[in-house]
């Protein structure tokens, strides 16, 4: 594998694993690999770390350590919390979530639909933001579960939770937050949230990729989704994955230590980004609310340009960012969110996701905006759709994206 030195402006799609957390999980890999349901102390001695690894992810989130259930993924809570909702009230067949979604959640509601349950994708705003008013007139008397994400992955729109939670409450319905997104970047306290169930994800978090919770509010009616041996209380079979928990409970603990200075330095980082950007190239535009999103996201469209060409050169200088582009599909359709939002193609293919984190300097953000300003004006004065260039307005899309959106 290439070892060559990297800008790594990609931390919606994953993030580097902290040596502290690599530190503590290797004993669990080398040393103590036993099976935390064994009889013998061997394997016994590992079943009291993934319990203080669940007091500490449980503490990133305000939760009691019963209400968390570790899960293989983000998309396996999401997956989880809906199955759930659904199969303790085989009365209702109804779900109501939003059009921007992450596939985790979007890819699970079509196949429940083909299964005939309904679900409702809730429109945004120009600025990606919700309609609350309609998410209320919304649910029906047969809904099962109200599931929208905190902060979307694309834009970093953060989404009023517990607002939409107060209201499920007073409908009777339950609530879950895909809140993979936020943890490091939002304080969480799942009780002010007053939600059902919230997804989390530890590669988010600076852990490995492979392990993720869901947090289930106390006596709320559950199913596991994953069925097997009776690990996690009977919540989720399973052998539990005992190296990746300790690391994400590691991971929770730096980011309760690191919150508000590392949130202040990166928002500071992610605005001069986002500034000069916007001041040293004409025709760009921020998407998505400029106040209540994510401190470190932000995402660019430059009006001319494809976004694979922008990140086909960006590789080339060593630079890791997102494009707008349809996740994991492998085509350029352009994205759901950005589409959502209501951007036209044209300007939805030409947009860029800037996603910080705590490794990142201002070194990072010098050395993009050294290179960002010529790379888009090589590509317009070639670009098949600039007026100057007299070429057609519609551009032909490859279908074979090399550079999709990785969120
Ligand atoms: C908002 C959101 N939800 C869910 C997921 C899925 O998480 P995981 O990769 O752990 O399945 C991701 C990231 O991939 C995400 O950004």
């Known amino acids: 594998m290439s ?3 990297i800008c790594y ?8 694993v902290a040596p502290e957390v690599v530190e503590a999980m290797v004993p669990f890999l080398s040393e103590f690999w036993g099976n935390p349901s064994s009889s013998y102390l061997f394997g016994k001695q590992v079943a ?6 669940r007091a500490q992810v449980a503490a990133l989130i305000h939760a009691d ?6 899960t293989s993924c983000g998309t396996e809570s999401n997956n989880s919390a809906i199955h759930a909702a659904l199969v303790t009230h085989p009365g209702k067949r109804h779900v109501l979530t939003t059009a921007v979604e992450h596939s985790a959640n979007i890819k699970f509601c079509e196949y429940l ?3 005939g349950f309904e679900v409702t994708f809730l429109p945004v705003e120009p600025d990606g933001s919700l309609d609350i008013h309609l998410l209320e007139k919304s649910i029906r008397p047969d809904t099962a579960i109200v599931s929208v994400m905190w902060a979307n992955n694309e834009t970093g729109v953060i989404f009023p939770l517990e607002e939409i939670a107060a209201i499920c409450r007073s409908k009777g319905v339950l609530c879950h937050t895909d809140a993979v997104q936020t943890p490091g970047k939002l304080k969480i306290n799942v009780a002010e949230l007053g939600v059902d169930f919230l997804s989390l994800s ?3 978090l600076h852990a490995p990729k492979g392990i993720g919770l869901l947090y289930i509010k106390r006596r709320t009616k559950y199913q596991p989704y994953v069925i097997g041996g009776g690990q996690e209380q009977g919540r989720r079979g399973g052998t539990e994955n005992v190296a990746n928990i300790v690391a994400f409970g590691r991971a929770a603990e730096l980011a309760i230590a690191s919150l508000s200075d590392e949130n202040t330095r990166i928002r500071a980082l992610r605005d001069r980004l986002e500034k000069s950007v916007l001041a040293a190239i004409p ?5 998505g609310n400029r106040e209540s ?7 660019i469209s430059f009006d001319l340009v494809e976004a694979e060409g922008i990140l086909m050169l960006l590789d080339q200088a060593g630079i890791c960012a997102s494009s707008g582009s349809a996740c994991t599909t492998g085509s350029l359709d352009p994205s759901h969110v950005l589409t959502a939002m209501g951007l036209k193609p044209t300007r939805s293919r030409g947009s860029i996701r800037f996603s910080l984190g705590i490794y990142n300097t201002a070194d990072d953000v010098d050395y993009l905006l050294q290179h960002l300003p010529t790379i888009i004006a090589k590509l317009r004065a070639v670009s098949p759709v600039a007026p100057h260039n007299g070429a057609a307005v519609h551009a032909k899309h490859s279908k074979a994206a090399k550079y999709p959106i990785t969120s």
Not at 48 to 53: G, L, P, R, T, V
Not at 65 to 70: D, G, I, T
Not at 283 to 287: K, L, V
């Open 9 to 16: 402006l990609d931390n919606n799609a994953t993030t580097r």
């Open 202 to 204: 530890a590669h988010k």
């Open 65 to 70: 350590s019963r209400e968390v259930v570790f």
């Open 283 to 287: 025709n760009t535009f921020r998407n």
């Open 293 to 299: 999103r994510l401190p470190n996201t932000s995402n």
């Open 48 to 53: 009291k770390h993934i319990e203080a690894a």
């Open 3 to 5: 070892q060559r030195k």
């Open 113 to 115: 639909q083909k299964r």
